[in-house]
T-cell receptor
Framework: EPEVTQTPSHQVTQMGQEVILRCVPI?????FYWYRQILGQKVEFLVS????????KSEIFDDQFSVERPDGSNFTLKIRSTKLEDSAMYFC????????????FGPGTRLTVT | EDQVTQSPEALRLQEGESSSLNCSYT??????LFWYRQDPGKGPEFLFT???AGEEKEKERLKATLTKKESFLHITAPKPEDSATYLC??????????????FGAGTRLAVHP
């Protein structure tokens, strides 16, 4: 069964450093998302991406964040200058298309900012 | 404000003891309610989508139902492997194209042998 994959599973970085989180969505899916979950809190939406552009972003997704689909399979989230409060699990998700509304999530990347 | 509230926060059951989890929502014009299972340190795993009041979906020991303001996840004769956090999510009222989901805080279910 096709799955969303994410790398790395755990990333430790120092405050102020740039990180890139990588995702391979399910093949033939058209909509892509990033969510995050701070330990013990709700899963919260960051950004959605369709047709090679951002379709919606949350207030959390400020100028320090960017997303890219550099090729036909990868989808990345970049944080330019990490802060302590960026420490969280980051989940990538994908959705097939207009007729199917459920999102399929990857296993997550645990980001620890020290 | 769009909200998703789940109760109880935590539930402890004995193996075989059936129960129900609740998800209430305040969005207008519901365009789908989604149930996910999340194991510790893992991503949410899709379980069900419900679209209209009265709809029911089943998968093994789980059955999800939907009314106009809430959804229930019924667990029949649970086993220890059903232990997980169960999340409920909906698209917000004014989000076009199903661009995002609003999640509840989840119910942590522990099933003991």
């Amino acid at each position: 069964e096709p799955e969303v994959t994410q790398t790395p599973s755990h990333q430790v970085t120092q405050m102020g450093q740039e990180v890139i989180l990588r995702c391979v969505p399910i093949s033939n899916h058209l909509y892509f998302y990033w969510y995050r979950q701070i330990l013990g809190q709700k899963v919260e939406f960051l950004v959605s991406f369709y047709n090679n552009e951002i379709s919606e972003k949350s207030e959390i997704f400020d100028d320090q964040f960017s997303v890219e689909r550099p090729d036909g399979s990868n989808f990345t989230l970049k944080i330019r200058s990490t802060k302590l409060e960026d420490s969280a699990m980051y989940f990538c998700a994908s959705r097939p298309g207009q007729g199917a509304r459920e999102q399929y999530f990857g296993p997550g990347t645990r980001l620890t900012v020290t | 404000e769009d909200q998703v509230t789940q109760s109880p926060e935590a539930l402890r059951l004995q193996e075989g003891e059936s129960s129900s989890l609740n998800c209430s929502y305040t969005v207008s014009g519901l365009r789908g309610l989604f149930w996910y299972r999340q194991d510790p340190g893992k991503g949410p795993e899709f379980l069900f989508t419900l679209y209209s009041a009265g709809e029911e979906k089943e998968k093994e020991r789980l059955k999800a139902t939907l009314t106009k303001k809430e959804s229930f996840l019924h667990i029949t004769a649970p086993k220890p492997e059903d232990s997980a956090t169960y999340l409920c999510a909906v698209p917000p009222t004014f989000s076009g194209g199903y661009n995002k989901l609003i999640f509840g805080a989840g119910t942590r279910l522990a099933v003991h042998p």
